[in-house]
């Protein structure tokens, strides 16, 4: 996992925070399919949890992604720099890919 080693914060903190609620809630919602799973419950339920997990795992990365595009990106875009430019575009792009979108 990669982590930008740029010591400035990124993205908007209202988004932030609606971000890191949601992730809360998922942590929360992972720990009671751990006991779900450890207590034997139906195979089934496991698997609609574990998928609604999911959804809201997806929900936070688009939170995030379109702050980020809205911030980060959009700022990387204008600059007058051409490897930053490309720089950004390979960014997003990867993100795409690595979520099966492209």
């Known amino acids: ?18 971000a890191a609620a949601r992730l809360r809630s998922v942590e ?3 720990r ?5 799973v450890e207590e034997g419950a139906y195979c ?13 795992l997806e929900k936070a990365n688009a939170l995030l992604l379109g702050d980020h ?4 990106a959009s700022t990387a875009i204008r600059s007058s720099d051409r490897a ?11 993100v ?3 979520s099966g979108r492209l």
């Open 1 to 18: 996992m990669a982590i930008s080693s740029a010591r400035h914060s990124h993205g908007t903190p209202a988004v932030r925070a609606q």
């Open 28 to 30: 929360g919602h992972v």
């Open 32 to 36: 009671g399919v751990v006991r779900m």
């Open 44 to 56: 089934i339920d496991i698997i609609k949890q574990t998928l609604a997990i999911q959804r809201a």
């Open 69 to 72: 595009l809205e911030t980060c």
């Open 84 to 94: 930053e430019r490309e720089r950004t575009i390979r960014e997003v792009l990867d």
């Open 96 to 98: 795409f890919s690595m």
